[in-house]
């Protein structure tokens, strides 16, 4: 790995010397053990530790298939589904790994006693399977995580409707978090080059699954004018959403847990901000049932005062269980409620009443297709949406990366190196940097 990381490095090395370049046997990864499924049974899921389940070690590189490409990973991120895969949570993602090897030979790879998680990366392309005509070794690029087969009619207007569409890093085998990651060739985009290396691994996942549930037509369909309500705001989902609704005219009304985290909202721009540990929402009574509708009342007030007497047209919605009663309650008339993730737990209750009587709308969202991630990182590229990257930490403290993130001790989105041997390198275009420095770094260090 020295030498591709020298190669990388010296800034002058052609296509031609990546390619001539030998791949190691083995390469430093973080992975989960099939054989520890079990080890946080009993335990509720914010005892459940990812620092005990996760390890870092060599693990085989993969036979290298059609339509595939190994990417040397300079630095990658920490997504919420790498917390499940971790804690085992929901369902053990080896049960994915399962039943994606039986689809063939080649997927047959994936189907391993580990699984190298990670659905975030940038780095530089080290070789290319069979059929790979668009990227070529050397080339220095960002992968989104979508992973699809095509081989049917479902998926041909939206990728995401494929019906073999999995998250890779999650439910495939070989993720980012490592310093060799193999991916579809279709996953790679571009590297924005006036961002780090950490800074251009860290958006993708969340910038993408951000854009296809407000912006999309496939989601929110977000236009301008229209009032967002964003839980969440100044975290890793919620600070791209809170970017998108100012960069398209709408009004963000962003729900944060503190001060702190309201002044990261006002450093983007938003105006109208709620505070839920000042007002004391109690949507959940202490049995486990929600309370009566006042608890909501009062919650739509607060966000009639700050829009002058308007509902929201779109919630963003990926806490879950513990906000989407409310949720439900506040949209509009007609509004529609785009939710993804629950990472409150994903069994929701609403009043179906206030749904149904006012013509409401539910809509899933999941990830991005092809077009949506492009257009994504596009903007990232242009300087029209930032990253909002806070700590960036080792592969060999993935452990505790990803215990921040399943404690909610952290702001944006948390990086972490790999073959990267600090942060800081990997920007080509310093004048457009220069331009952006202060949004670029608004969630550093908080």
């Given at each position: 790995m020295q030498n591709i990381l020298e190669a990388i490095q010296s800034g002058n090395a052609t296509s031609e010397d990546f390619a001539s370049l030998e791949l190691p046997e083995s390469y430093r990864a973080a992975f989960v053990k099939k054989d520890e499924v079990d080890m946080f049974e009993g335990l509720t899921a914010k005892e459940k530790d990812p620092r005990k389940s996760l390890h870092v070690d060599e693990v085989p590189l993969p036979e290298l298939g059609p339509g595939e490409a190994f990417v040397a990973v300079m630095a990658s991120a920490i997504n919420y589904n790498t917390v499940w895969t971790s804690i085992f949570e929901p369902v053990s993602t080896f049960g994915f790994l399962q039943r994606y090897g039986r689809n063939s030979e080649l997927t047959k790879r994936h189907d391993l006693p580990y699984h190298v998680v990670g659905s975030d990366l940038s780095g530089v392309v080290l070789k290319t399977g069979p059929g790979v005509t668009k990227w070529k070794p050397g080339d220095r690029v960002v992968a989104h995580c979508l992973s699809v087969e095509l081989e049917g009619p479902d998926g041909h207007n939206d990728t995401m409707l494929d019906t073999e569409q999995r998250i890779w890093g999650f439910e495939t085998n070989f993720g980012g978090l490592a310093d060799v990651a193999m991916v579809k060739a279709n996953q790679?985009?571009?590297?924005?080059?006036?961002?780090?290396?950490?800074?251009?691994?860290?958006?993708?996942?969340?910038?993408?699954?951000?854009?296809?549930?407000?912006?999309?037509?496939?989601?929110?369909?977000?236009?301008?004018?229209?009032?967002?309500?964003?839980?969440?705001?100044?975290?890793?989902?919620?600070?791209?959403?809170?970017?998108?609704?100012?960069?398209?005219?709408?009004?963000?009304?962003?729900?944060?847990?503190?001060?702190?985290?309201?002044?990261?909202?006002?450093?983007?721009?938003?105006?109208?901000?709620?505070?839920?540990?000042?007002?004391?929402?109690?949507?959940?009574?202490?049995?486990?049932?929600?309370?009566?509708?006042?608890?909501?009342?009062?919650?739509?007030?607060?966000?009639?005062?700050?829009?002058?007497?308007?509902?929201?047209?779109?919630?963003?919605?990926?806490?879950?269980?513990?906000?989407?009663?409310?949720?439900?309650?506040?949209?509009?008339?007609?509004?529609?409620?785009t939710t993804c993730a629950s990472t409150s737990g994903y069994m929701h209750e609403y009043d179906n009443r206030y749904l149904w009587m006012n013509l409401k709308r539910i809509i899933s969202s999941h990830f991005a297709n092809y077009r949506e991630s492009w257009e994504a990182n596009r903007l990232i590229a242009k300087g029209k949406i930032h990253p909002t990257l806070s700590r960036t930490y080792r592969l060999d403290e993935v452990g505790q990366a990803s215990l921040d993130v399943h404690q909610n001790a952290h702001q944006g989105k948390v990086g972490v190196l790999c073959l990267a041997p600090e942060e800081g390198l990997g920007v080509l275009d310093h004048e457009m940097r220069a331009q952006h420095e202060t949004a670029i770094n608004r969630f550093r260090g908080v």
């Open positions: 790679l985009m571009p590297k924005p080059e006036h961002l780090t290396w950490e800074e251009a691994a860290s958006p993708g996942l969340v910038n993408c699954t951000a854009y296809r549930q407000l912006v999309s037509k496939n989601g929110g369909d977000m236009k301008q004018g229209d009032n967002v309500l964003i839980w969440g705001a100044s975290g890793g989902l919620g600070g791209f959403a809170t970017q998108y609704a100012l960069n398209g005219g709408a009004t963000p009304v962003c729900v944060v847990s503190n001060e702190e985290k309201a002044a990261i909202a006002r450093s983007m721009g938003a105006e109208l901000i709620i505070n839920r540990s000042e007002e004391d929402y109690r949507f959940w009574n202490d049995e486990g049932t929600q309370q009566d509708p006042k608890e909501w009342k009062r919650f739509g007030a607060k966000i009639r005062e700050l829009t002058g007497g308007e509902d929201i047209d779109i919630v963003f919605e990926h806490p879950g269980r513990e906000t989407f009663g409310a949720s439900v309650f506040v949209t509009r008339k007609g509004g529609t409620i």
